[in-house]
């Protein structure tokens, strides 16, 4: 049951007969009487059971894009029915403007549309529907909460992909280029085209010279079908917040921007989350269809407050890459890595693979380092300094194995692990 | 049938009706989980909360608050006068106490005995409408200034007497007491011609007057400590004012108050319906009632005060309407919020409070002399002996100067740290590629 503001109203409207009355029992008896109308206004009110609600949410939308899910309510009982219902959801869903107001004769439907704009990845439930329905009088009514499950997937914000347009191009200069770069060695022959000033004359194809007027010189394209494997690191140190977002967050937005850049590039790409088991992964599709089922899988990934295990993280790799592959290790380069086996891990990795360890840096821990206006901000630096040290010595120690190491602030990571990708690409290393 | 898709930029107004609902696969309210039905089926949690409600109200009905103010008739420590009020009532005599003036509301002057307590705290305008009621008045502990309106040449004395004194007088009811003490205070002068003073002390004061006032009679109890419970069983204290309070079927009982401004009121009633004193022209004196208003010297209208107790309860009332929910909060599990920069924080801290300014500063150091020979091009490998030299070059500095200020002996005070880190900077920005 709940009563409406005329209730209220009613009550209130009593005060001027309380002035000529001037009796304390008859405001008693003024306010009981109207909250006894109300009850049997309540009463008379139609049973909430009469409706049927049916949720439809899209099966998904992109973090920050605006969406809207449906409730479809219909009136199923013999009475004509007035009220409001609620559409609850979770408050990262971002639902505003659920609440409807229904009018419905009987047998008809109506369809509350709410918009949405989530704020938080991962499956945003709904929660219960309220059903309110009112009085003949419009004093008071009944209220009913519903369980009608539904589930929105919010997948990652991809924020990375405007940095894609440029790596792809770049990408397609390398296409070009690669045979003043390459020198030949393990590129797959692309065609021939007219010499400009500037090849590498020891491109020039002499035999395909002789056979027409002008010089020729061969070209050269990176291989493709080559396979890249992202491994995101999900135990603790991903849950740390950086510049209020966790650091998963941005290894999730490189992981993105490098898949869709290495799909382009022709080249097959496998993503595994892992800490102590495998929380998401996406393989063995290609092209276009790779990104959805990417994003699909990263978006209910989230840090766990455990310890990596990073000997089950190489043999995680090892069975799934059968020849040379780029394995990009998304995790945090930190003094505890060292006791954690992560070492021993890329070693192994490393041996038969070209490895990359992306890190996310901490623009807090930069700015503390720079402090110097009193004692405490000295020590926070020293500290700063310290924490530096440690994590350069794990990167030299990374750089000694033969693995690659690329520490970045948040929004500059998945830019620089794309590079690097495009480097290795254009080296031919891959 | 198939769902049709609504713009998502239109809401709550893009609401639209459909004439032909499908018939399955609707989730539907359980209607059997509503509140009457939840309390029909556990009868006894209601049964409980009935008695419950019962129990709250009983006790708040029965309790009255405890009375500590003197001469009150609900008072029955020492310095009340419940005892006489009781022994009144089992006589038949109505005694009601009012807790204004106002409140008053005596309908029969002829018949009711208005006694007042403590007249100090009335004000002027108080007393002259007092002397406007047309019945009988017993003044207990009179003022002065009452005292001036009824016979101006009596005064209050203080009495320090403690021996019971005869009554001395013509007044039956004194003479039925026969002796009573003049305690506290008492009155002293004369009473006038009307006037009767009875029960005098050595000193000249007298605990009891009475003066017949037109046709009505004023008392005073000037010895007001014999009406109160502690000393009514006294002497002939129970008779004098039982017999005084006693003479109408009913009492009105005022206590002075200091914080009550209104004034007396009381209907005119018919004359003659009094037994004999109510009768002719005082009467027609009270025959306009003062009203409500009048008796209440307020800014606001009458009736304000009913008003705003009824609007309070309405206040409930819009408590309940908003307090009611549209349907429970719902919950956002939420991640533990950590900051990566914690661990750096909380080490120094460690670093402050073990006051370990060596251990700080040559992070700090090994940090400036890594970033100097990256800008450099001094190999890692090259290390002091590589980087001195180089870095001397670039500032255009004094080898050993750079050497003290990058490996030279670690501070032992805050003092040392901050100098040795402010000469790290100025080394680190004098350095530039040569």
């Not at chain 2, 009811?173 to 029960?199: T, Y």
């Amino acid at each position: 049951m709940y009563i409406t503001g005329w209730t209220v109203a009613l009550s209130a409207l009593g005060a001027v007969p309380a002035m000529w009355v001037q009796e304390r029992t008859f405001a008693w008896v003024w306010v009981l009487g109207v909250i006894a109308l109300a009850c049997l206004d309540a009463a008379l009110a139609p049973k909430p059971g009469s409706l049927g609600l049916r949720r439809s949410a899209p099966r998904a939308v992109r973090l920050t894009e605006s969406t809207a899910v449906e409730l479809e309510v219909v009136n199923l009982g013999a009475r004509r029915v007035s009220g409001a219902v609620r559409d609850a959801w979770q408050p990262s869903a971002g639902a505003t403007g659920n609440r409807h107001r229904i009018r419905l004769a009987p047998g008809e439907a109506t369809v509350c549309v709410t918009p949405m704009r989530p704020t938080r990845r991962g499956d945003r439930k709904a929660d219960v529907v309220t059903v309110r329905l009112a009085g003949p009088l419009r004093l008071a009514g009944r209220q009913r909460s519903i369980d009608a499950p539904a589930t929105l997937r919010v997948l990652p914000e991809f924020a990375s992909r405007k940095h894609l347009p440029s790596r792809l191009a770049r990408l397609r200069e390398i296409d070009g280029q690669t045979a003043v770069q390459l020198k030949g060695a393990g590129s797959e022959f692309d065609s021939l085209r007219e010499y400009v000033i500037g090849d590498d004359v020891r491109a020039i194809d002499w035999r395909a010279s002789a056979r027409r007027a002008e010089v020729l010189v061969k070209t050269y394209r990176p291989e493709r079908d080559r396979r890249v494997m992202i491994v995101l690191d999900t135990a603790r140190l991903s849950a740390a917040r950086v510049a209020d977002a966790p650091r998963l967050d941005a290894s999730i937005e490189a992981a993105l921007l490098l898949s869709a850049l290495a799909s382009k590039a022709g080249d097959r790409v496998q993503v595994s989350a892992f800490d102590r088991v495998e929380r998401a992964r996406a393989m063995g599709v290609s092209g276009p269809a790779m990104m959805p089922v990417l994003a699909d899988a990263l978006s209910t990934v989230e840090p766990a407050l455990v310890e990596p295990d990073w000997p089950a993280v190489a043999r995680l790799v090892q069975s799934r890459l059968s020849q040379r592959a780029l394995v990009v290790l998304m995790t945090t380069l930190d003094a505890s890595a060292v006791d954690g086996g992560m070492l021993d891990a890329v070693a192994a990795i490393a041996h038969t693979h070209a490895v990359v360890i992306a890190s996310v840096d901490d623009p807090e821990v930069r700015a503390l380092e720079r402090g110097r206006d009193d004692m405490h901000e000295l020590y926070a630096a020293g500290a700063a300094a310290r924490g530096a040290l440690e994590q350069d010595a794990v990167a030299a120690r990374v750089r000694e194995l033969g693995a690659d190491v690329l520490t970045a602030l948040p929004d500059d990571l998945a830019p620089a692990v794309a590079d690097r990708y495009l480097d290795l690409k254009a080296s031919g290393k891959l | 049938m198939s769902a049709s898709h609504v713009d998502s930029t239109t809401h709550l107004d893009s609401a639209r009706t459909r004439p032909t609902p499908a018939s399955a696969g609707y989730s539907r309210a359980d209607d059997s989980a509503g509140l009457v039905t939840r309390a029909r089926k556990r009868p006894v949690v209601l049964i409980a909360a009935a008695l419950f409600v019962a129990l709250i109200v009983t006790l708040i009905w029965t309790s009255r608050p405890e009375d500590y103010t003197p001469l009150s008739t609900d008072n029955a420590t020492p310095s009340g006068t419940r005892a006489l009020a009781q022994v009144l009532r089992a006589q038949g005599v109505d005694v009601r106490q009012i807790a204004t003036m106002a409140d008053a509301r005596i309908e029969s002057p002829g018949t009711t005995t208005l006694a007042i307590a403590g007249t100090e705290p009335l004000a002027e305008y108080q007393i002259d409408a007092l002397f406007e009621y047309p019945g009988d008045i017993v003044v207990i502990d009179p003022s002065q200034s009452v005292v001036d309106r009824i016979a101006p040449a009596l005064s209050v004395e203080p009495s320090l007497d403690a021996a019971p004194t005869a009554a001395d007088c013509e007044d039956p009811d004194a003479v039925a007491a026969e002796r009573v003490r003049v305690a506290d205070e008492g009155l002293a002068g004369d009473a006038g011609e009307d006037g009767v003073l009875c029960f005098p002390n050595d000193y000249g004061s007298h605990a009891y007057a009475v003066v017949d006032d037109g046709d009505r009679r004023v008392t005073l109890i000037a010895s007001w400590p014999l009406v109160t419970n502690e000393h009514l069983a006294e002497d002939g204290n129970a008779a004098l004012a039982l017999r005084a309070l006693g003479r109408h079927e009913s009492v009105a009982w005022y206590v002075g108050d200091l914080f009550d401004p209104s004034t007396l009121t009381w209907s005119a009633g018919d004359d003659g319906d009094g037994d004999g004193d109510g009768d002719g022209g005082a009467g027609a004196d009270g025959a306009v009632p003062p009203s409500e208003i009048e008796a209440n010297p307020d800014f606001l209208p009458p009736g304000t005060g009913s008003a705003i107790y009824l609007l309070a309860l309405t206040a409930l009332v819009a408590a309940w309407w908003r307090a009611r929910r549209f349907g429970p909060l719902v919950r956002e599990p939420l991640p533990v919020v950590v900051r990566a920069s914690e661990a750096t924080r909380g080490r120094a801290r460690l670093y402050r409070r073990s006051r370990a300014s060596g251990r700080a500063t040559a992070a700090l150091r090994a940090t400036a002399a890594a970033r100097m020979a990256r800008r450099l091009g001094v190999p890692r490998a090259a290390g002091r002996t590589g980087l001195v030299p180089a870095v001397a070059r670039a500032a255009g500095r004094d080898a050993t100067d750079v050497e003290r200020i990058l490996y030279g002996a670690p501070p032992t005070d805050d003092l040392t740290m901050m100098s040795i880190i402010h000469e790290l900077d100025t080394l680190e920005s004098e350095v530039h590629r040569p």
